[in-house]
């Protein structure tokens, strides 16, 4: 890459750290601010306006010694630049060189150019006692709220750093607005930064920066004063770097390096690109022979493999293009949006990145998943707050018209042909996807290279290292992939620092991935937060009484019983099979129920529209990076640190973005789903246009994954059918707060066979009854007319009141039996009235637990 991009990109994200110093009141020596005001900041009505450029100009001289070496360089970078870097990062408000106008004017795209003033009353405020307000609670979809809410918000976050504990919004009444708290937010941010490593390889020290930059700064507001404080100044600094790298791109490659060129508003200096992976459902699911051993492994790793290659197809199109990793604003399920320069040769290296990963995937991956990138220009003017909504518009109408167009098979006739060839006639085929050549044998199964690979990721990923991403030829020891991701990534699982490998430039990533077991401590190194949570066996289930009479309960081969003991050991994840046995419930020492697992898929009803249009006029591409960017917390931060405190055998098999994908022991699952319900309400202040539906499925460990796959999106896709925000069990769709009567309908039902009021028989009994209720509800809404023999299930009431009377509350006598019954009845006959089928969810629950 061009130093002058990095030079302006760093710059460009530097350019309101002042903000974040000034509020914390760092010392600015009198002597110091006379010298530099005329400098840095511009004249407004005869005075100095703008200050914190002034202390953006100051804090990066003050802490000098924790940056790289180059900032104070005067000669760094290409062709005749020669601006000192803290000029470039601090004179964007009073800019006089080329490349200041470029900041500047990325700065004021990023904002939405011309900042709408919020109405009087909300300037008067002390800046210092601004939180960062949600943008979630004005999220309506006529557009009208969103407008009419602009300026006051019942919520904000906490000015904290970010972590799964203060990633939700709160109460402002209850906010802490202490304008002293960012004194110590900004001393913590310090001490960490002088611990990032490689200072000398600056581009990876850049992303490191990012990441710290992000945990400081992501809940602390980028404007206070006449504008809605809703973006964060992380969101605000990333995304004005990525616009200053392209524009300087556009402007050196069209020889227009000057400030008339640079503050023309109309000509398409961008290309916003979207890249997105199809088919990673099938990838993920794809079937082969006999795999249950090493299933869990296998699947991670394949789920980890999807968000790595989304994660390096946007770092290898960045690469190509000669802008920095932080030029992708979003990379989360799969997809990412960037910003690139618009010229012929940016166009000219997305295509050939496409062409490239699209061919390796055909090659490895048998065509399973693809590549699909699609890109539209954008002038600086198209992001202000009237036009920024149709270049959304532009960029999904793009990306869907990519969809449509098919791979060329032709193209890849000859992949496919040197494909058939690689066959080894006396390994044949993989056993673990059935599809790809074998390559090895591992325990007697025959392996090919992609499946061994996945399986490596998915054994390491839960071992707590970090994940060195380097060149193939890096020469790291120990294990690493056999087919390096696009030719060009080589993954290893490492510790330490890696500052050898830094320096001699074979080190391209260095990430930290297990956010969830990071809460406190910050990490000095890029954070992705790509690893779900996976449950693991600790050194105290190695010898667990509990734990082995767990697995050895059961009608299962003694040949099973052994493989669950053999499997047992310290920091290996537990397989499918031990979930399932997890479901079991214990009484008096005995196991009761159905050894099965529970599968939660979940997504985000209407995303298109709530960042369409429900934010109504106020939109701006920093809003949409801070919303997505929140949005995908949920998914990627919160629910791995939920699952670790409240759920720790439940195994993520993919969660980021807007959607989820669980495994666990299948008692779990329901109240698992009420909870994420619960906190995704409150993780968007309430707002009940932002809802999620759900689908939960049962599934016997050894069923094949693409059966389990194609169930739990029926289910899920049943909850949408039946119009969203709703949950779909045993085939019932219910409104969340239904869910929440039915658990008190399983509580009541759980008392009446514990007190003996009622028997198993009478269960099974009142199962009948519930479909005969079900069927009366679909025949008094049929439209034709009904076959007489279906009016049978008319009668449920009748059988209710007879069975009931015979055999309910038998341990009673004389009036105290008749009270019981009557109440029994009662409470029954307006169950089945009300909810009909939907009784089955209770029913089923006890029906399953204590088989
Ligand atoms: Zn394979």
């Not at 000098?64 to 000029?87: C, I, M, R, Y």
């Amino acid at each position: 890459m061009d130093d002058t991009v990095l030079k302006v990109a760093i710059a460009a994200y530097f350019h309101d750290i002042g903000k974040f110093a000034e509020r914390a009141k760092i010392p600015l020596p009198q002597d110091y601010a006379e010298r530099n005001e005329s400098l840095y900041q511009p004249v407004y009505q005869g005075k100095y306006s703008h200050k914190h450029a002034l202390f953006s100009a100051a804090v990066i001289e003050h802490i000098a010694g924790l940056l790289p070496a180059q900032f104070s360089k005067a000669g760094w970078g290409e062709g005749e630049v020669t601006d000192s870097f803290v000029n470039l990062a601090a004179k964007h408000h009073n800019p006089s060189t080329p490349l200041q106008h470029i900041i500047t004017i990325a700065d004021r795209v990023s904002s939405g150019l011309d900042r709408e003033k919020a109405d009087t009353g909300y300037s008067v405020r002390e800046y210092r006692n601004v939180r960062l307000w949600p943008l979630f609670d004005r999220v309506d979809l006529s557009g009208k709220k969103a407008d009419a809410e602009r300026n006051e918000s019942a919520f904000c976050y906490p000015l904290k750093p970010l972590s799964p504990d203060t990633l939700f919004p709160i109460n402002a009444s209850e906010a802490d607005t202490g304008a002293s708290n960012y004194a110590p937010l900004w001393d913590a941010f310090v001490a960490d930064l002088e611990k990032v490593p490689h200072k000398k390889a600056l581009q990876l020290w850049f992303e490191h920066f990012d990441s710290l930059y992000m945990r400081y700064t992501a809940h602390i507001p980028s404007a206070t004063v006449e504008t809605v404080p809703d973006i964060s100044l992380y969101d605000h600094s990333r995304t004005t770097s990525a616009l200053a790298a392209a524009l300087y791109l556009y402007h050196r490659d069209t020889s227009s390096l000057n400030e008339t060129a640079i503050r023309d508003y109309e000509p398409q200096k961008f290309l916003l690109v979207r890249g997105e992976f199809h088919g990673i459902q099938n990838f993920i699911f794809s079937e082969g022979g006999s795999t249950a051993k090493s299933l869990a492994k296998l699947l991670r790793g394949r789920s980890f493999a999807v968000s790595l290659l989304t994660e390096l197809a946007a770092d290898l199109i960045c690469t190509e293009i000669g802008i920095p990793a932080t030029a992708c604003l979003l990379n989360a399920a799969g997809k990412f949006t960037l910003i690139a320069p618009n010229m012929p040769h940016a166009a000219a290296a997305i295509k050939k990145t496409e062409e490239a990963c699209n061919e390796w995937l055909m090659r490895h991956y048998c065509g399973e998943a693809s590549l699909g990138i699609s890109y539209t220009a954008a002038a600086c003017s198209d992001f202000t707050e009237k036009r920024y909504p149709s270049l959304m518009l532009k960029l999904i109408r793009a990306a869907e018209e990519q969809k449509c167009r098919k791979i060329d098979l032709n193209r890849h006739g000859g992949v496919m042909a040197s494909f058939l060839d690689s066959f080894d006639n006396e390994l044949g085929i993989c056993r673990f996807c059935g599809k790809r050549p074998a390559r090895k044998r591992i325990d007697n199964q025959e392996i090919c290279g992609i499946c061994d690979d996945h399986i490596y990721l998915g054994e390491n990923l839960v071992r707590d290292k970090r994940i060195a991403v380097t060149a193939p030829d890096a020469g790291i020891e120990g294990g690493k992939l056999s087919e390096p991701i696009f030719g060009t990534y080589q993954i290893a699982f490492v510790s330490g620092n890696m500052h050898q490998e830094a320096q001699s430039g074979k080190l391209l990533r260095f990430w930290e991935v297990n956010s969830n077991t990071n809460n406190e401590a910050a990490s000095i190194i890029t954070v992705k937060a790509l690893n779900g949570y996976v449950p693991v066996f600790t050194a105290d289930d190695l010898y667990n009484e509990q734990l082995l009479s767990l697995l050895l309960c059961g009608d299962k081969s003694d040949q099973l019983k052994i493989e669950l003991l053999e499997a047992i050991r310290e920091g290996a994840p537990k397989t499918f099979h031990h979930l399932a046995k997890h479901a079991l419930r214990e009484q008096n020492g005995k196991y009761a129920g159905i050894e099965a697992l529970g599968v939660l898929k979940a997504d985000v009803d209407r995303l298109g529209q709530i960042f369409g249009k429900g934010l109504g006029k106020s939109q701006s591409i920093s809003r949409t990076a801070t919303m997505s960017r929140q949005m995908n917390n949920f998914f990627a931060v919160y629910l791995p640190s939920l699952l670790q405190r409240a759920y720790p055998d439940t195994y993520t098999l993919f969660a980021g973005g807007d959607d989820l994908f669980l495994i666990g022991p299948w008692r779990q699952m329901f109240d698992l789903a009420w909870r994420l319900r619960e906190d995704f309400s409150r993780y968007v202040c309430g707002n009940g246009q932002i809802t999620f539906s759900a689908g939960i499925s049962l599934h016997k460990p050894g069923e094949p994954v693409h059966a389990i796959a194609e169930t739990a999106e029926t289910a899920l896709q049943q909850s949408k059918d039946s119009g969203r925000n709703r949950v779909t069990m045993f085939g019932m769709t219910v409104k969340w707060d239904e869910l929440r009567l039915l658990a008190q309908v399983k509580e009541t039902l759980e008392r009446w066979l514990e007190s003996g009021l009622m028997n198993k028989a009478m269960l099974y009994r009142l199962n009948d009854l519930v479909e005969m209720a079900e069927q009366e509800n679909r025949m008094l809404n049929a439209k034709q007319g009904v076959p007489l023999e279906d009016m049978e299930c008319l009668k449920w009431r009748s059988r209710l009141k007879y069975s009931v009377i015979r055999t309910a509350a038998k341990n009673l006598k004389g009036e105290d039996r008749n009270d019981a019954v009557q109440k029994m009845l009662q409470s029954m006959e307006q169950w089945l009235s009300v909810y009909r089928g939907a009784c089955r969810i209770p029913l089923w629950q006890i029906i399953y637990e204590r088989r």
